[in-house]
Structure formats: structure tokens, C-alpha cells
């Protein structure tokens, strides 16, 4: 008997495609509507003497006619945002069409010019939801992840090799420290275990995956690798696409010791002896604990290692001002032991 049930399935998914298409469509020429609106309030601004008349009523006069004839949407918060968009990206043609209006006034309370510009390439590559974005502002991931790039120099320089880690991807450019896992839901780590941790982040791996980053895929956990006479069990696997290689996950729910260091280095060989492809790149190996002492870090093989890395994670979000103070004393350890290490050389 002759069914239709292909037939609606395909008419389906094509009135979903139509709907969707028309919706981006709606979205982006509200965004390039709202940047002309606020490059004619700019440029009107700027006109001189002649228009110092409307001074600083201006706004507020726009607001009442185009509220009058338009309805909502028009009204002097939104205009004055309107205007601040066209300031904080004056070159339209750099827009992403990918982002809504919504994506544009979250990235307006990004101070910083080069953050903001790049949670916007982010937020489109990516296809970040509104959601997803206020998250990644809101743990500083361009702050965390820019530090993570580059202990040796924290400099434009730096800033610029982050910029361009599409290009010249490297596994140091892919780490954060710390990284956030407040979206586990866990309120302490006094008594928690790693298999409750591990169980966890299985639970919630798409907001996991969201603060790895880009080009991560999940593969195993408690993957077994095993020798001739023993067998070890790795908690988390992953694969990264661009780097081309396979990132393995320790978790632990203490400090970071010497004999995880040592663990971790193991498993990082063995796997690129057992596991890794011909066209893999070389295996990565991240520790994921509560703390870390610098001196450890220092004298270990997680020093300029490109393979070994050691990242601290929080349960439970610090507030903007509490993370941007501790990312700002890593930055003073950094230029610290920048300054240490030129004295040695002279």
C-alpha cells in the first residue's frame, strides 16, 4: 500500500529550510537596517554648528516621531544603541550576516575593540545562540584563552598569534586556564569524586564541548590502552579536527601533583604508540584539576611542553571582577617570570 509519509517528511523539511532561510533573512536586514539608523544619527551628529540646536535632545525627539509612526523598537534606549552599534563596528561590510540584533547589543558591552571583534567571528563560526554567547563574554573566555596562548609574553603580540590560531593552529592555543564548568551544577569539591566528575561532564557534554572550543569531538571515556601486561584507563578521550590530533582528559579533584604529571606524560606515549593514525598529529594530554603550583609546573615536563598542560577548573562561576583580578595576577606571574628568565640570560 502506497504510503505519503516520505512525502511529508520531505515537504517537512523543506518548509523548515523556507521558514528558517526567512528568518535569517528577517534577522539581517534588521541588523544592517539598525547600523544605517545609527550611521545617520552619528553622521547628523557630527554636522557642526548647524545642527547644535537639537543638542542633546536629539535622541529623544527621534524617539517620539519614529515610535509614533513605527510602534516599538524605536525608542531612546534602542537608539542609542543603534548609534553605538554603527560606532563599535563602523565598516558594514565586516558584519557577520550570521548574527541577530540580539548577538549585536550583547557585543556592544564588550569594551574591549579586539574581544569584541573576536566573539563576533566566534559567535558566527561557531553559530553560537544569544545564550551561548553571553555565557562565553561572561567567563571571559577571549581574556582566559589569551592567556592560556602565550606564558612567555603577554603582549599585542600575543593577541595577534591568538587572532590568527585558525591559521596556525597550535594545541597551546586551544587550552584554557581556568577552565569554567559551572554548568555542571555542582556546588562543592569536598567531597566529590572523579567518577562523580567525569559522570557529570558526560551529562552535560555539550556545554562542555562549548568551553573546550572549537573542532572537538567526543570519542571515549575510561578508554582502555594496554601493554603487554597491564592495562590503563584513560577518563576522557577527544579528537580535535583542527588540530588533527587526539586530546586526552585526566580528571582530578585535588591539587596537581608530580605523579599526575608523570601519568599523563605515560598515557600521552602510549597512545601515540597504540592509538595515533598516520596522519595524526601528536597526541595532547590535559590535566584537569582544583589547583596547581607554579614551581611544579616549572620544574616538570608541563614546561614549554606543546603536548602536556595543566588547567585549573572552577565549579562555581567567580563573578566578571573576581576572574578578571585573577587573571590579572597570572598575567603579573608571567611578565615575573619573563623578567626572571631575561636576568638569567645576562
Known amino acids: ?7 511529508i517528511h520531505q515537504l517537512k523539511t523543506l518548509i523548515q529550510h523556507a521558514r528558517n532561510q ?3 533573512a528577517v534577522d539581517t536586514i534588521q541588523v544592517q537596517t539598525y547600523w544605517q539608523i545609527g550611521q545617520h544619527i552619528v553622521e547628523f551628529e557630527q554636522q557642526g554648528e548647524n545642527r547644535a540646536q537639537y543638542g542633546s535632545k536629539l535622541i529623544e525627539q527621534l524617539a517620539e516621531q519614529l515610535t509614533a509612526e513605527f510602534g516599538k523598537g524605536f525608542d531612546v534606549t534602542n537608539l542609542r544603541k543603534m548609534r553605538l552599534f554603527y560606532q563599535a563596528f563602523p565598516i558594514r561590510d565586516a ?4 548574527l541577530s540584533w540580539t548577538h549585536y547589543r550583547r557585543l556592544l558591552r564588550v569594551e574591549d575593540e579586539r574581544a569584541r571583534q573576536w566573539y ?6 561557531q553559530n553560537w545562540s544569544t545564550r ?30 591568538l587572532a590568527q590560531q585558525v591559521k596556525k593552529p597550535q594545541p597551546k592555543g586551544f587550552v584554557r586556564d581556568p577552565m569554567m564548568l559551572e554548568f555542571l551544577g555542582i556546588e562543592g569539591i569536598e567531597k566529590l569524586l572523579e567518577s562523580d566528575l567525569e559522570q557529570a561532564l558526560m551529562d552535560k557534554l555539550q556545554g ?13 571515556r575510561q578508554q582502555r590502552v594496554s601493554t603487554e601486561s597491564k592495562d590503563f584507563y584513560i577518563d576522557l578521550v577527544f579528537y580535535n579536527y583542527l588540530l588533527k590530533c587526539f586530546v586526552l582528559f585526566e ?15 605515560m598515557y600521552v606515549r602510549m597512545y601515540d604508540d597504540l592509538k595515533r593514525g598516520q596522519d595524526d598529529n601528536p597526541t595532547v594530554g590535559i590535566i584537569l584539576c582544583t589547583n596547581k603550583d607554579e614551581s611544579i609546573v616549572r620544574y616538570s615536563v608541563l614546561k614549554d611542553s606543546e603536548q602536556l598542560f595543566a588547567s585549573r577548573y572552577r565549579l562555581i562561576l567567580p563573578s566578571e571582577e573576581e576572574l578578571r583580578q ?17 636576568k638569567g640570560e645576562k
Do not use: C
Open 1 to 7: 500500500m502506497l504510503t505519503i509519509n516520505p512525502l
Open 22 to 24: 526567512a528568518y535569517r
Open 95 to 98: 558584519l557577520r550576516p550570521e
Open 120 to 125: 563576533m567571528n566566534e559567535a558566527a563560526e
Open 132 to 161: 551561548a554567547l553571553e555565557r562565553q563574554i561572561g567567563t571571559l573566555y577571549y581574556e582566559r584563552l589569551l592567556i592560556s596562548q602565550n606564558k612567555q609574553a603577554v603582549t599585542d603580540e600575543a593577541s595577534q598569534q
Open 208 to 220: 562542555f564541548l562549548l568551553e573546550l572550543g572549537k573542532g572537538f569531538a567526543f570519542v571515549a
Open 251 to 265: 580528571l582530578k579533584t585535588g591539587e596537581l601533583g608530580h605523579q599526575d604529571i608523570g601519568q599523563m606524560d
Open 326 to 342: 585573577e587573571l590579572e595576577r597570572e598575567k603579573q606571574q608571567i611578565v615575573q617570570l619573563k623578567q626572571e628568565q631575561t
